[in-house]
């Protein structure tokens, strides 16, 4: 769970990066899509650095799904019979929401892959530039919106991960608490921030 | 004060349990929780019906005997034993539900009472270390430094109520195992089967049905003893040591 979050957290650092071209214009932004089909050439084959990051990361999903599979069912297994009443004394929104919020942003990167990546479900339809799929996905209001509330969940998993994380990677002690805690919750705030201006931009008419 | 409780009851492990309500009158607001339970006992007694089985014995919040699920959450609202929960938390006319601790690892015996020896069993398989016995050592012979003592002595004074175990949503057992891992390993004295006894008791815990640790920190917050959640991290720490090391449990 630890390791395979983190590969997947180092990932969705590299790609809220990469969406900032968006801000240096259409052409910037393709030619940051080019760069990547085309890294390394002529010495490596066309998309050797995608098709790695991509056996990286599906490896990655499938071990994390497979982790929080496994967790769920021993959950289940371990109270055969429920409270009739039961609080919570102090956990968080975040952990609360870890398992559901994993599944809706599971279903958020198959329709994030058909949207953007192979453009079946974009307006601009496939053959279109990166750009310009971009562009149409977020002047499409259900579509934004669907994108705010999957990064928003996104956010919350991360703030609870990166804890838990810690924890299992036995770096925590009571000293380090409060800022690994800390850490995470700044951590997700700017990671999720530096996603959402992409949208906000397209949405207010700074990016067209 | 006048007080309903609706209190889980349940014939054997073997029939389904349901919720039954009763009034308790005139109890004083110093009573222990429990000694508000042996009054409403008193009066099933009397009223020839079977009175209602819970689990007690030092009521000084040490032997870990008691443990009740009150209202929705371990040991009741203050963070302490239910035998040193006192009624003065609870105001007249409270409806207050009683239940038992809720696990795989925890069978229902009867009523209240739950089977907690998969705790036993974690224990005997880790938490012991290998001393000779005869005359006793000269304490300054193994010295241990200030704060490894301090941090083990915090684990230490864990009672294996089964609080964390029942306010977890994952009904698992780390805080407990992590608070024995925690207290043996942190010692001289501990060393020699540490890689052993995580593997061990973290093996053990996982065969007595009790659920993975997703990290929430429910357990840490009802624990009378207030065991932190340092604890599991430590245990983590020695589980990826262990494995690393390829260390085996000695057979």
Same mark, same amino acid.
């Given at each position: @769970?630890?390791?395979?979050?983190? %590969? @997947?957290?180092?990932?969705?650092?590299?790609?809220?990066?990469?969406?900032?071209?968006?801000?240096?214009?259409? !052409?910037?932004?393709?030619?940051?899509? !080019?760069?990547?089909?085309?890294?390394?050439?002529?010495?490596?084959?066309?998309?050797?650095?995608?098709?790695?990051?991509?056996?990286?990361?599906?490896?990655?999903?499938?071990?994390? @799904?497979?982790?929080?599979?496994?967790?769920?069912?021993?959950?289940?297994?371990?109270?055969?019979?429920?409270?009739?009443?039961?609080?919570?004394?102090?956990?968080?929104?975040?952990?609360?929401?870890?398992?559901?919020?994993?599944?809706?942003?599971?279903?958020?990167? %198959?329709?994030?892959?058909?949207?953007?990546?192979?453009?079946?479900?974009?307006?601009?339809?496939?053959?279109?530039?990166?750009?310009?799929?971009?562009?149409?996905?977020?002047?499409?209001?259900? %579509?934004?919106?669907?994108?705010?509330?999957?990064?928003?969940?996104?956010?919350?998993?991360?703030?609870?991960? %990166?804890?838990?994380?810690?924890?299992?990677?036995?770096?925590?002690?009571?000293?380090?608490?409060?800022?690994?805690?800390?850490?995470?919750?700044?951590?997700?705030?700017?990671?999720?921030?530096?996603?959402?201006?992409?949208?906000?931009?397209?949405?207010?008419?700074?990016?067209? | 004060?006048?007080?309903?409780?609706?209190?889980?009851?349940?014939?054997?492990?073997?029939?389904? $349990?349901?919720?039954?309500?009763?009034?308790?009158?005139?109890?004083? /607001? =110093?009573?222990?929780?429990?000694?508000?339970? =042996?009054?409403?006992? *008193?009066?099933?007694?009397?009223?020839?019906?079977? /009175?209602?089985?819970?689990?007690?014995?030092?009521?000084?919040?040490?032997?870990?005997?008691?443990?009740?699920?009150?209202?929705?959450?371990?040991?009741?609202?203050?963070?302490?034993?239910?035998?040193?929960?006192?009624?003065?938390?609870?105001?007249?006319?409270?409806?207050?539900?009683?239940?038992?601790?809720?696990?795989?690892? #925890?069978?229902?015996?009867?009523?209240?009472?739950?089977?907690?020896?998969?705790?036993?069993?974690?224990?005997?398989?880790?938490? #012991?270390?290998?001393?000779?016995?005869?005359?006793? +050592? *000269?304490?300054?012979?193994? +010295?241990?430094?200030?704060?490894?003592?301090?941090?083990? #002595?915090?684990?230490?004074?864990?009672?294996?109520?089964?609080?964390?175990?029942?306010?977890?949503?994952? $009904?698992?057992?780390?805080?407990?195992?992590?608070?024995?891992?925690?207290?043996? $390993?942190?010692?001289?004295?501990?060393? /020699?089967?540490?890689?052993?006894?995580?593997?061990?008791?973290?093996?053990?815990?996982?065969? *007595?049905? #009790?659920?993975?640790?997703?990290?929430?920190?429910?357990?840490?917050?009802?624990?009378?003893?207030?065991?932190?959640?340092?604890?599991?991290?430590?245990?983590?720490?020695?589980?990826?040591?262990?494995?690393?090391?390829?260390?085996? +449990?000695?057979?």
């Amino acid at each position: @769970m630890a390791v395979s979050g983190i %590969i @997947m957290v180092l990932f969705l650092i590299a790609h809220m990066i990469g969406n900032l071209h968006v801000f240096q214009g259409a !052409e910037s932004f393709n030619d940051y899509s !080019e760069w990547l089909r085309t890294f390394g050439e002529p010495a490596l084959p066309p998309r050797t650095l995608l098709t790695v990051i991509e056996i990286v990361l599906v490896v990655s999903v499938l071990a994390h @799904m497979w982790a929080a599979y496994s967790l769920w069912a021993q959950a289940r297994r371990a109270r055969p019979v429920a409270y009739v009443s039961k609080k919570r004394v102090q956990q968080s929104f975040a952990s609360r929401t870890l398992r559901w919020g994993g599944t809706i942003i599971l279903l958020f990167i %198959i329709w994030h892959l058909l949207d953007m990546t192979f453009g079946a479900v974009n307006p601009q339809g496939t053959d279109s530039s990166p750009y310009d799929r971009l562009v149409a996905s977020f002047q499409n209001i259900p %579509i934004t919106l669907f994108y705010v509330v999957a990064l928003v969940l996104l956010g919350l998993h991360l703030r609870h991960g %990166i804890w838990s994380a810690t924890q299992t990677l036995g770096q925590t002690n009571k000293r380090r608490e409060r800022s690994v805690n800390a850490i995470a919750i700044v951590f997700s705030t700017l990671l999720i921030a530096g996603y959402l201006v992409v949208p906000a931009a397209v949405a207010f008419g700074l990016v067209d | 004060m006048n007080l309903t409780l609706k209190v889980w009851r349940q014939v054997n492990p073997a029939t389904k $349990g349901k919720m039954v309500s009763y009034h308790v009158t005139d109890v004083s /607001p =110093d009573m222990s929780f429990l000694e508000m339970l =042996d009054v409403l006992n *008193e009066q099933l007694i009397l009223d020839n019906d079977d /009175p209602i089985a819970f689990d007690h014995d030092c009521r000084e919040g040490i032997c870990s005997s008691c443990g009740l699920m009150i209202n929705g959450i371990a040991h009741g609202p203050q963070q302490t034993t239910t035998c040193q929960l006192h009624m003065r938390s609870f105001s007249d006319g409270d409806v207050i539900d009683i239940e038992p601790w809720r696990s795989g690892g #925890f069978p229902v015996v009867k009523d209240l009472v739950v089977d907690r020896s998969a705790f036993d069993r974690i224990i005997a398989v880790g938490g #012991f270390i290998s001393a000779p016995t005869g005359t006793a +050592p *000269e304490a300054h012979s193994t +010295p241990v430094p200030k704060r490894d003592s301090d941090a083990a #002595f915090d684990a230490a004074t864990c009672i294996g109520c089964g609080a964390c175990v029942a306010a977890c949503p994952n $009904g698992s057992a780390m805080l407990f195992t992590a608070a024995k891992v925690s207290h043996l $390993g942190l010692m001289p004295q501990g060393q /020699p089967e540490r890689d052993a006894r995580v593997l061990t008791m973290v093996a053990q815990q996982d065969a *007595e049905d #009790f659920g993975g640790c997703t990290n929430i920190g429910e357990c840490s917050a009802v624990c009378p003893k207030g065991i932190s959640m340092e604890t599991i991290s430590r245990l983590n720490h020695d589980l990826l040591g262990a494995l690393r090391a390829g260390a085996v +449990p000695a057979s």
